[in-house]
């Protein structure tokens, strides 16, 4: 399953499959493969962030320069387990887990104030001040029942949600 020149057994696809929760059937985790081994242009059984920036989609995300500290040079069964974050069967814990990762810019276990800030800047660009991004965010915060100098484990971070 490392090199991409490689097939997938039956083995490789059944651990896919639970690495990922069963979020995906046979079928798709072999259509993911090829698409894996598409976007593996070095054929080194990892996906590089160039290589992600090369799917137009992605490039344009406001988030790609942060979803690509978590990405750059997964293999194939931590890019499928990246992309059940998106499926409609994934469960709402594994879609605020990763969410959460987004956010933990330095993957420390925690959010601060300043990494929703900076996500919040993403998203936003021009379109809003950095005072009106800062007093939205306090009063979301304090709503939750949370401060500026607070750092959000993955549970706090729900309840910010």
Do not use: W
């Not at 976007?39 to 320069?65: C, K, M, T, W, Y």
């Not at 059940?84 to 933990?104: H, L, M, N, T, W």
């Not at 936003?124 to 009106?132: D, K, L, M, Y």
């Amino acid at each position: 399953m490392g090199n991409t020149s490689s097939m997938l057994t039956q083995y490789d696809i059944e651990e896919v499959k639970q690495h990922c929760n069963n979020t995906f059937s046979q079928q798709e985790i072999v259509s993911l493969y090829q698409r894996f081994c598409q976007l593996d242009r070095s054929g080194g059984g990892f996906i590089s962030a160039d290589e992600f920036l090369s799917v137009p989609e992605f490039a344009v995300n406001p988030l790609s320069q942060r979803l690509l500290k978590v990405l750059d040079g997964l293999n194939f069964k931590e890019f499928v387990a990246f992309l059940s974050a998106f499926s409609s069967r994934a469960s709402p814990q594994q879609k605020i887990e990763f969410i959460f990762k987004v956010y933990d810019a330095d993957n420390n276990g925690k959010v601060t104030f300043n990494d929703m800030l900076d996500v919040l800047r993403d998203l936003t660009g021009q379109f809003i001040s950095e005072q009106q991004r800062e007093q939205v965010l306090t009063h979301v915060l304090e709503e939750s029942g949370y401060s500026r100098d607070s750092s959000l484990t993955v549970s706090d971070f729900v309840k910010v949600l």
